[in-house]
């Protein structure tokens, strides 16, 4: 029986080797940023609260609604997000005290009454609708600092 001789560049190309991964994006959001210290004195002024916030990003070259998804801290403080939706490549900020959702475009209100994070350390978890781990943010001293 003849042997059916196939040249390797062939193999490689049947295979899918030498083509562009297909990178599945294991963190479609991330946190990318925490301020955890207002600046001066925590005397709880919403001016204050607004100070201390947290920024998500959307690592997709698409938008992704954000209804459902949730933020909390390591006390169990739960902020679950309405809909909103993160534009391509879009970040929101997320301040802890009260204000009008989406305004400044892009800036959101937890609408808490007290600080939210920790200034000594803390861990945001960012939560999907099912309730699955998507992306954490953890620091142990206070912190102006991407995660
Ligand atoms: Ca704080």
Request: glycine share 12%; aromatic share 14%; proline share 6%.
């Given at each position: 029986m003849r042997k059916l001789l196939v040249p390797p560049a062939v193999v490689a190309a049947v295979l899918g080797f030498?083509?562009?991964?297909?990178?599945?994006?294991?963190?479609?959001?991330?946190?990318?940023?925490?301020?955890?210290d207002s600046p001066g004195?925590?005397?709880?002024t919403n001016t204050s609260l607004n100070q201390e916030y947290f920024k998500l990003t959307n690592q997709l070259d698409r938008p992704v609604s954000l209804k459902d998804w949730s933020v909390k801290d390591a006390a169990g403080k739960v902020i679950k997000f309405g809909a909103i939706t993160l534009p391509r490549k879009g970040t929101f900020t997320v301040h802890t005290g009260k204000g009008t959702q989406g305004s400044p475009a892009g800036h959101f209100y937890w609408?808490?009454?007290?600080?939210?994070?920790n200034n000594t350390g803390d861990t945001a978890t960012l939560r999907s609708p099912?309730?699955?781990?998507?992306d954490t943010c953890t620091w142990k001293k206070v912190v102006t600092t991407r995660c």
């Open positions: 030498g083509a562009a991964p297909a990178s599945a994006v294991t963190k479609p959001v991330l946190f990318t940023y925490v301020y955890v004195t925590d005397n709880r609408g808490s009454g007290n600080y939210i994070w099912s309730g699955a781990t998507m």
